[in-house]
């Protein structure tokens, strides 16, 4: 928000400038430490995902805005990886199935053949 003021004591004119603060929850690994939610590791692992993939740059942008909305009106103050992950999994499944299975082939580090299929499947 723009906004024009003028100075108590010499009368002058100035524009100041306020911006919202959002505050996304901190994300609590796996092994307990917390860090910043970086909204740029979103967006390279789901780059990576969809790469040659016929997915539009403002599809991501649309997904990833989702995925803010859903842990902004969570309210919570920390969430756990596990759960970002799952958010993000689910946000490709609807974009692009084969970004979804390579994704999720790495997140849940599959450790034989039958699980894979059984996420195909599941598709």
């Keep these: 928000m723009r906004r024009r ?8 004119r100035f524009t100041t ?3 919202a603060e959002i505050a996304l929850p901190s994300v609590v690994k796996k092994d307990g430490t917390r860090a910043e939610f970086d909204i740029g590791k979103i967006r390279a692992s789901m ?6 993939r016929p997915v539009s740059v403002e599809q991501i942008d649309a997904a990833i805005e989702r995925i803010q909305d859903k842990l902004l009106n969570s309210g919570a103050k920390e969430v756990a990886s ?18 979804y299975v390579r994704f999720a082939s790495v997140y849940r580090s599959f450790e034989d053949v039958d ?6 499947r599941d598709i």
Excluded: H, N, P, W
């Design 47 to 52: 780059t990576l995902a969809l790469r040659k």
């Design 82 to 99: 596990t759960r970002l992950g799952e958010l993000v999994m689910r946000e490709l499944k609807r974009i692009d199935k084969v970004a």
């Design 115 to 120: 699980e894979f299929r059984q996420l195909i």
């Design 5 to 12: 003021r003028r100075c108590q004591s010499c009368d002058k």
């Design 17 to 19: 400038y306020e911006r």
